[in-house]
């Protein structure tokens, strides 16, 4: 297995910090961006930027580009205002989907021209479950969809250079985050496990180990496609 070095943002927490440990352990190095980039024991190199800052970003990951030979890119920083058809700011609909798409198109840029030069790159999108629809999330789910449609087109302009380029969408997901707004117990847990066939949560390093494979030298005959891992809930409910 050649060790790779791959790019991940909203690596501190959550999906992107099991990510970063999965492909640490499989050898890989992983360099990751977050808001914050002091959290001890990253399994790899975590750099601070607020991602919401396009020309911070972008001077950001200029200097990376020449600092590294980057292999690949997971765009998974996300950020989700809940709000109901009536009651929709645009100041925070352009926030969610600013952030969730504009730093997948900078970082993706980025990295292309090494990936171009090598014949080889990889470019994974993180996409969710809420593509399906889902209540109050009219601006994230939109913002994710339009990254399963990145990953299409830009698999079809990348089709023969050696890259490909696809999504994970996940499902529920026992982070921290998740945690926070869902305490065990609750109205939202229960809601949220109703929609799950499997009856449970997904893991972060389950999510983790679908985008590594996704990386991965096996998966050179795969672009532009959308994996949902989510425990069935994209194909409905279980029967009771």
Do not use: C
Not at 45 to 59: C, F, N
Not at 143 to 158: D, H, I, N, Q, Y
Not at 170 to 188: D, I, K, M, V
């Amino acid at each position: 297995m050649k060790s790779r070095t791959f790019l991940v943002t909203g690596a501190s927490k959550g999906i992107g910090l099991a990510l970063a440990q999965r492909l640490h352990s499989d050898g890989h190095r992983v360099v990751g961006l977050a808001r914050q980039g002091n959290e001890r024991g990253f399994p790899g190199t975590l750099v601070s930027v607020d991602l919401s800052d396009r020309a911070k970003t972008q001077a950001t990951l200029d200097k990376l580009a020449l600092q590294y030979q980057f292999d690949g890119v997971v765009n998974n920083v996300g950020l989700v205002k809940p709000q109901r058809l009536g009651a929709i700011d645009l100041d925070a609909l352009d926030s969610v989907m600013s952030l969730n798409l504009h730093p997948a198109v900078q970082a993706a840029q980025a990295m292309l021209p090494n990936m171009r030069a090598q014949g080889w790159g990889r470019i994974v999108n993180i996409s969710s479950l809420t593509v399906l629809g889902i209540v109050e999330r009219t601006a994230y789910a939109a913002a994710k969809s339009a990254l399963v449609s990145f990953s299409r087109s830009w698999a079809l302009e990348l089709a023969t250079t050696g890259i490909t380029v696809n999504s994970v969408a996940p499902g529920p997901t026992e982070t921290e985050l998740f945690r926070a707004n869902n305490a065990p117990g609750s109205e939202g847990e229960q809601r949220y496990l109703a929609a799950v066939p499997m009856k449970r949560f997904g893991k972060p390093a389950e999510i983790a180990a679908a985008i590594a494979f996704l990386l991965s030298e096996d998966a050179a005959f795969i672009t532009g496609q959308t994996l949902f891992v989510d425990g069935g809930a994209s194909i409905g409910k279980a029967s009771i």
